[in-house]
């Protein structure tokens, strides 16, 4: 059997896959804790660090705590992850240069296999009979299966998602050329930096292959943030964290991030300050089923990330699917086909805001490159940009509070 136990904000998975179970209440790491310093303390973060190194070593009810084990520091975000005892945390609480103390806890992806799975095609299709999504966000209308696209861009050649996920399988055919790479492992003990679950392979097909991807040229980086099963608020941050240092030009850049937890300081304060450094992040919204009113976790709690809700091909909003004043956009989220990991011409068809998502990230790279990297490449004119040309009043049973408005590329007849 496949190893695999995914605790997923997600109806049961059927097909060859275990049962999933539907839980989405808060799961704490007992003895884990994320720390988030206040903007400014960058000169003396080492000086900080030294101390917090000091008082663990003191403590007397430390056991088997091994104090500070991940070290975060981006932009103007700077703090630390690790195992301290009651004592330990409650110095570090005190300390003035502390804005935040967590608990780590598990992250989720958002999706589901169906579980009446449908007959598969064979081959791959043409952009005359593409996948229903890319018809969607080509047309003001539903149902179309022609996806029409501007080619001044180049369809996002040179421009550059990261995508923070299970990893890639680079070797796809959707992205010959070498436009998939790997980047960085952030999982401990991963078995491998290969994507064993597919669900990183499925979320950068949409964005860039070629033929299931929005942005047809552009590059996808792999930051593993997954192995089998679940992950963690500590091991998703240091993913994120890697991909934003490693941006080296935010208006060629966007970040995805299909998946999800309970609401963090230290995450949504990453998201932020990348945000105001030009950085882009899209999220999916999740697939809880309820209203942002109602509270939502991390990532898509923070403000300044682009939260992204699922719709059918007629254009009804699923019951997995979030809603709320917390969607930014709508975007195709179900039975979406895209590349998958188990060989270099697989597909599968899938479905939750991790699919939502990626349909939106390939759009802002496309939308950018139309723009050339100029100031229509920028951040806050990108996100308008994607809100101006959505198309309005066409999303059913959006929700009370909801935005109306789909995702649209500008070129539908």
């Known amino acids: 059997m496949v190893r695999i136990t995914y605790l997923l904000l997600c109806v049961g998975i059927a097909l060859a896959l275990p049962v999933a179970k539907r839980d989405n209440a808060p799961v704490p790491i007992p003895g884990k804790y994320i720390i988030t310093l206040r903007p400014g303390v960058a000169p003396s973060f080492e000086t900080h660090l030294s101390w917090v190194r000091d008082v663990h070593t003191r403590s007397l009810s430390r056991r088997d705590e091994s104090g500070i084990e991940k070290v975060y520091s981006a932009l103007d975000f700077h703090g630390y992850a690790g195992s301290f005892d009651e004592e330990t945390i409650a110095q570090i609480r005190a300390n003035p240069d502390v804005s935040s103390v967590e608990q780590d806890q598990t992250f989720h992806l958002t999706y589901h296999l169906p579980s009446q799975p449908r007959p598969r095609q064979t081959g791959l299709t043409t952009q005359k009979d593409a996948p229903w999504g890319l018809g969607s966000i080509s047309h003001r209308g539903p149902n179309s299966t022609d996806y029409i696209y501007d080619s001044r861009g180049d369809a996002g050649d040179g421009y550059t998602a990261y995508v923070v996920d299970t990893g890639i399988r680079t070797t796809h055919n959707e992205?010959?050329?070498?436009?998939?790479?790997?980047?960085?492992?952030?999982?401990?003990?991963?078995?491998?930096?290969?994507?064993?679950?597919?669900?990183?392979?499925?979320?950068?097909?949409?964005?860039?292959?070629?033929?299931?991807?929005?942005?047809?040229?552009?590059?996808?980086?792999?930051?593993?943030?997954?192995?089998?099963?679940?992950?963690?608020?500590?091991?998703?941050?240091?993913?994120?964290?890697?991909?934003?240092?490693?941006?080296?030009?935010?208006?060629?850049?966007?970040?995805?991030?299909?998946?999800?937890?309970?609401?963090?300081?230290?995450?949504d304060s990453a998201i932020a300050a990348a945000y105001s450094a030009g950085i882009l992040t899209v999220v999916a919204a999740g697939n809880d089923g309820r209203s942002s009113d109602n509270g939502w976790g991390s990532p898509a709690s923070a403000p300044e990330a682009l939260a992204v809700?699922?719709?059918?091909?007629?254009?009804?909003?699923?019951?997995?699917?979030?809603?709320?004043?917390?969607?930014?956009?709508?975007?195709?989220?179900?039975?979406?086909?895209?590349?998958?990991?188990?060989?270099?011409?697989?597909?599968?068809?899938?479905?939750?805001?991790?699919?939502?998502?990626?349909?939106?990230?390939?759009?802002?790279?496309?939308?950018?490159?139309?723009?050339?990297?100029?100031?229509?490449?920028?951040?806050?004119?990108?996100?308008?940009?994607?809100?101006?040309?959505?198309?309005?009043?066409?999303?059913?049973?959006?929700?009370?509070?909801?935005?109306?408005?789909?995702?649209?590329?500008?070129?539908?007849?």
């Open 175 to 267: 992205f010959e050329g070498g436009r998939a790479i790997f980047g960085y492992n952030a999982y401990p003990d991963a078995d491998s930096d290969e994507d064993n679950i597919g669900h990183g392979t499925h979320v950068s097909g949409t964005i860039a292959g070629k033929t299931y991807g929005v942005a047809k040229k552009a590059r996808v980086v792999a930051v593993k943030v997954f192995d089998w099963g679940s992950s963690t608020t500590s091991i998703v941050l240091d993913g994120y964290l890697w991909a934003v240092n490693n941006i080296t030009t935010p208006a060629k850049s966007v970040i995805n991030l299909s998946l999800g937890g309970p609401q963090s300081d230290a995450v």
């Open 309 to 413: 809700g699922a719709v059918d091909v007629e254009n009804v909003r699923p019951s997995f699917s979030n809603w709320g004043p917390g969607v930014d956009i709508w975007a195709p989220g179900v039975m979406v086909r895209s590349a998958w990991n188990w060989d270099d011409g697989d597909y599968l068809e899938v479905e939750g805001t991790s699919m939502a998502s990626p349909h939106v990230a390939g759009l802002v790279l496309y939308l950018r490159s139309l723009e050339g990297g100029g100031q229509g490449g920028l951040v806050g004119a990108v996100v308008d940009k994607v809100r101006e040309l959505g198309t309005k009043g066409v999303v059913k049973e959006a929700g009370r509070g909801s935005v109306n408005l789909l995702a649209y590329n500008g070129n539908g007849a």
